[in-house]
C-alpha cells in the first residue's frame, strides 16, 4: 500500500529515516531547549532530562510513586476489565437483558467518563481506593461495551452451527461463541489499557498524596520541568509497556486473525 | 407523512434507553437510600439543570467556557493533524522521518502533559485549548493518515497515467476518499477533546463544566456534580450528532445502495 | 464520430526487470511488438507474464529497463497525451457523477472542460450512457461502470488505448455484451488498441492480430491474424471459422501455460 507513495526510496531507507528522524529530533529539542527558551527550569534539553531521569531512578525517589500509580492502574483495570468482561458475557447471553441493559450503556458514551473523577473521591475519599475505582470504572464499561459487541458478532456466525449441532449443545456454543468475540475483547483491553493510565494520572492530579501524576503536579508548582520531564517519561514507558504487553497476548491468543494465508 | 412517523420512532426508539436509565438509576438511589450528597436522584438533578439553565442561568458561563474551549482546541488540534496527516500519508519518505516523533506522540499518556502546559502558558483559557489540540491530534492524525493511503491504488496508478502532480492527485484523488476515515477519526477526536478540556479545568479551577464538577463535590453539592455531568454528555452527543450527520452530507457515496 | 489519424505504437527489444525480495526479476525480455494504427491486438498469456507490465508501459507508469516503448518511431518521453487507459477495476471516482468521471483526464491536464463537453456527451451516448450521465457510481452496475470507464479512456481522442482485462471483473453475460459493444464502439473511433484478456473468445471476436505471450520472463510466441470479416456482431460467434481460430488459439495457449 505504501510502495506508490515511496517508490524510488533506497533499500535500507526504512531503518535509516527513522533513525534519522530520532537524530532530528534529539537536536531540534535541544536548540529550542537551548537558543528559545534557555532556561532549564522551564524546557532542559535532552541530556538535562536524562540526567534528571538517572538521579531520580537511583536515588530512590521514584519508586514509590511509580508504585502507587501501578497499583492504582493495574489494579483498577483488573478489577474493571475483569468485571466488565464477565458482566458482558452475561449480558450478551440474556436477551432480556441484552435488549435493555445494553443500549442503556451506550447511552451512557457521550460522557467522558473522567468526568466522574471528583465525585468517585467524594465517594472513596482521598488515596488509593479512589484511584482503583476511577480506572474500574472506567474500564468496566469499556469492556463491557466491547464485550456484547464482540458476543454480538460472534453470534451470527454461530446460529447455523448452533442448529446443526442441536439445541442441547449450548456449552460449546457458548465456549466458541466467547473464543469469537475474543478480538473485540482484546480490542477492548488495549483501549483500557491506555484509558486505565489516563483514569489514574487524573485521579492523582486531582487528590492523591503520591503518585506520578501526583509528581508531575506538584514538579509544576516547584516549576522543575527536568522533574515534570522525568515523570512523564517514565509514564511513556509504562504505558507502552503495558499497551505492548495487551498487544502480544492479543496476537497470541486471537492468534488466528494475525496470520496471512 | 412516514417519514416524519419513521423519524418519530427513530427518536422515540434511541430516546428508551435513556428513559430506561433514568429510571433504574431513580430506582437504585431510592432503593438503596442514598443520601443525595453522594448521588441525587433524578428529579433532584433535573430540578438543578432547571434552575441553573433557566431560572438563575448560572450553568450557562460554565457551559460556554467548554464548549468554546473544547471547540477552538478540536479545531486547532484537528485542522493541524489533517495537514500533517496528509503530508505523512502522500511521502513514504516524510512517514519514516516522522515516525519516532509520532510513536513519542503517541505513547505519552497526553493527560500527563497538563501541568506542563501549564507551566508554560498560563492559567488561562489557552493552556486548556493547547491541552485538547494535543489530545484529539492523534486520532485524527490517524484517521487522515489511514485514509489518504487508502485510496484504491489504481485510482492514483489512473492520476499517474494523466500526468497529475502529486498534490493534484491528493486533492483530487486521496482526499475525498480519505474523508470517511478523517470523520471517523473526528468522531473519535470529539469524545477525547472533551476529556482534555474537563481535565485542565479539573487542575486550573477555570470557569467550566470540569470546575463545576470539581468544585460542587468538594462541596459536597452532588447535584450539581451531577447536573454538570449530564450536561457533558450532551455536549458530548451533540458533538457527535453533528460530526455524523456531516459525514453523511460530504461522504454521501459510501453506505449507499447499489444498484445491479 | 470519428477518431483523429493515429500513430503507430512500437515495442522495440524492450526488457523489464524490477527488485523483490528473491533479486532481480525479469518481468519482460526482448519484447517486440508493433501494433499498426486503428488497429485491434490483443494480448493472450499466462498469469504472471508481465501483461501487467505491458500495460504499465505504454501507459507510461513504468519505463523500460531496456530498449523503448516508441509512437510513430520516435521514443516516447514523459506524458503520453495520446494513450488512454481502462483498468480492471472500473476505478471512477465515487463523488462525481458519469458525466464528470468522463471529463476527468481533461480537468486534470489542465485543458478546457467546456470545450470537451459536446464529446463528452457524445461518448457517453455512443457506450449507451446517455441517460445515465448525472448518476453516480454507487448508482452504476458493474457493467456500467466499465462502460464510463471506456468512454473516459476516449474522452481525449487516444492514438492508442491499452485495456486491462477490463471486464475480468464482470459476470459471463455482461461480459458478452460489453465484448460486442466494444467491437461497435471501436468501430466508430477506430484507435489502436491494446487489449490484454484471458479470454480467447474476447480476442478472437474483437482482434485483428492476438499475440500469444509466453510465462514469465514474457516474450512474444505467437502472432495470429484474424481474418473474420468487420463489423462482426453475434452471429459471427457461431461460425465455423471462429470456432477454428478459438481451439487453434486454445492449443497455443495450453502449451505456454501448463
Known amino acids: 500500500m505504501a510502495d506508490i507513495y515511496g517508490k524510488d526510496l533506497p533499500r535500507g531507507a526504512t531503518v535509516a529515516l527513522p533513525l534519522a528522524g530520532v537524530a532530528l529530533l534529539v537536536a531540534g529539542w535541544h536548540a529550542v531547549a537551548v537558543y528559545v527558551v534557555g532556561d532549564p527550569t522551564l524546557l532542559p534539553t535532552p541530556l538535562q532530562m536524562f540526567t534528571a531521569l538517572w538521579t531520580w531512578i537511583a536515588g530512590g525517589g521514584f519508586l514509590p510513586h511509580m508504585m502507587a500509580t501501578l497499583y492504582g492502574t493495574l489494579g483498577g483495570l483488573a478489577l474493571g476489565a475483569s468485571l466488565g468482561f464477565a458482566a458482558g458475557v452475561l449480558v450478551a447471553e440474556i436477551r432480556y437483558l441484552d435488549r435493555s441493559v445494553y443500549p442503556m450503556v451506550l447511552a451512557l458514551q457521550a460522557m467522558p467518563v473522567v468526568a466522574i473523577a471528583p465525585l468517585v473521591i467524594v465517594w472513596f475519599g482521598i488515596g488509593l481506593a479512589s484511584k482503583v475505582a476511577l480506572v474500574a470504572i472506567g474500564t468496566f464499561f469499556v469492556m463491557f461495551i466491547h464485550t456484547v459487541a464482540g458476543m454480538h458478532a460472534a453470534a451470527g456466525e454461530l446460529i447455523d452451527m448452533c442448529k446443526a449441532f442441536g439445541g442441547t449443545r449450548w456449552r460449546i456454543v457458548r465456549e466458541v461463541k466467547i473464543k469469537h468475540s475474543l478480538n473485540y475483547v482484546f480490542s477492548g483491553l488495549e483501549i483500557c489499557s491506555a484509558l486505565s493510565f489516563i483514569l489514574c494520572v487524573v485521579g492523582e492530579f486531582i487528590a492523591a498524596p503520591n503518585g506520578l501524576g501526583y509528581y508531575v503536579k506538584a514538579a509544576s508548582s516547584d516549576i522543575n520541568a527536568s522533574g515534570m520531564f522525568a515523570a512523564i517519561a517514565v509514564l511513556a514507558a509504562l504505558a507502552s509497556l503495558l499497551a505492548l504487553l495487551v498487544r502480544f497476548v ?12 | 407523512m412516514t417519514m416524519f412517523a419513521n423519524a418519530a420512532g427513530d427518536f422515540l426508539r434511541r430516546l428508551l434507553p435513556i428513559v430506561l436509565l433514568v429510571a433504574v438509576w ?7 437510600d442514598v443520601p443525595s450528597r453522594l448521588m441525587p436522584s433524578p428529579p433532584e438533578v433535573g430540578r438543578r439543570i432547571y434552575d441553573g439553565l433557566v431560572v438563575t442561568g448560572d450553568l450557562w458561563a460554565h457551559l460556554w467556557s467548554t464548549t468554546e474551549a473544547t471547540l477552538l482546541g478540536f479545531l486547532l488540534g484537528g485542522g493541524l493533524a489533517i495537514v500533517v496527516g ?6 513514504r519518505t516524510l512517514e519514516l522521518l516522522a515516525y519516532p516523533l509520532v510513536v513519542l506522540i503517541q505513547s505519552v499518556p497526553k493527560v500527563s502533559v497538563a501541568p506542563l502546559i501549564l507551566l508554560w502558558a498560563g492559567f488561562d483559557i489557552r493552556s486548556t485549548v493547547i491541552l485538547v489540540a494535543l489530545i484529539c491530534f492523534f486520532p485524527i492524525f ?54 482534555g478540556c474537563v481535565v485542565m479545568e479539573f487542575i486550573t479551577g477555570l470557569s467550566g463544566a470540569g470546575f463545576l464538577i470539581q468544585n460542587s463535590a468538594n462541596n459536597l453539592d452532588a447535584e450539581t456534580a451531577v447536573a454538570a455531568m449530564v450536561l457533558l454528555g450532551v455536549l458530548g452527543f451533540i458533538g457527535g450528532a453533528l460530526l455524523q450527520q456531516a459525514k453523511r452530507r460530504l461522504v454521501f457515496w459510501e453506505g449507499s445502495a447499489r444498484h445491479g | 464520430m470519428r477518431g483523429s489519424s493515429k500513430r503507430t505504437l512500437g515495442l ?56 523503448a516503448v516508441c509512437f510513430d518511431g520516435k521514443p516516447a518521453v514523459g506524458a503520453r497525451d495520446d494513450v488512454g487507459v481502462a483498468f480492471q477495476q472500473a476505478a471512477l471516482l465515487p463523488w462525481k457523477t458519469a458525466m464528470e468521471n468522463v471529463l476527468l483526464p481533461i480537468r486534470v491536464t489542465g485543458q478546457s472542460v467546456q470545450a470537451a463537453l459536446p464529446r463528452a456527451r457524445a461518448l457517453l451516448e455512443l457506450v449507451g450512457l446517455e441517460a445515465f450521465r448525472d448518476r453516480y457510481p454507487f448508482e452504476l452496475s458493474g457493467g456500467m461502470q466499465q462502460r464510463v470507464s471506456v468512454a473516459r479512456s476516449l474522452i481525449r481522442d487516444p492514438s492508442i488505448l491499452v485495456m486491462d482485462e477490463p471486464f475480468a471483473a464482470l459476470d459471463a453475460m455482461t461480459r458478452e455484451n460489453l465484448m460486442i459493444e466494444l467491437q461497435r464502439i471501436w468501430q466508430e473511433m477506430k484507435p489502436s488498441v491494446l487489449f490484454i484478456t484471458h479470454s480467447i473468445q474476447e480476442a478472437v471476436f474483437l482482434s485483428d492480430r492476438v499475440i500469444v505471450m509466453s510465462g514469465r520472463p514474457g516474450r512474444v510466441i505467437e502472432d495470429v491474424a484474424i481474418d473474420l470479416p468487420r463489423p462482426r456482431d453475434r452471429h459471427t460467434l457461431g461460425t465455423p471459422r471462429f470456432a477454428e481460430l478459438s481451439a487453434q488459439l486454445r492449443d497455443m495457449f495450453d502449451r505456454t501455460d501448463p
Not at chain 1, 250 to 260: G, L, N
Not at chain 2, 86 to 91: D, K, N, P
Not at chain 2, 160 to 166: D, M, V
Open chain 2, 86 to 91: 496528509s503530508t505523512l500519508a502522500m511521502s
Open chain 2, 26 to 32: 431513580w430506582a437504585l438511589v431510592w432503593a438503596l
Open chain 2, 142 to 195: 490517524v484517521g487522515t493518515f489511514v485514509g489518504v493511503r487508502a485510496a484504491p491504488p489504481v485510482l492514483v496508478d489512473l492520476f499517474s497515467t494523466l500526468n497529475a502532480g502529486r498534490f493534484a492527485t491528493f486533492l483530487h484523488c486521496n482526499l475525498p476518499h480519505a474523508a470517511g476515515s478523517i470523520f471517523a477519526g473526528m468522531e473519535v477526536g470529539w469524545g477525547f477533546a472533551l476529556v
Open chain 1, 250 to 261: 492479543h496476537r497470541h491468543v486471537v492468534f488466528w486473525q494475525f496470520r496471512k494465508a
Open chain 3, 12 to 67: 522495440r527489444d524492450v526488457s523489464v526487470s524490477y527488485e523483490s525480495r528473491r533479486g532481480p526479476v525479469l518481468a519482460l525480455e526482448h519484447f517486440n511488438l508493433e501494433v499498426q494504427p486503428s488497429s485491434f491486438v490483443s494480448v493472450l498469456g499466462p498469469s504472471g507474464c508481465g501483461k501487467s507490465t505491458l500495460v504499465k508501459l505504454v501507459s507510461g507508469l513504468l519505463k523500460p529497463t531496456t530498449g
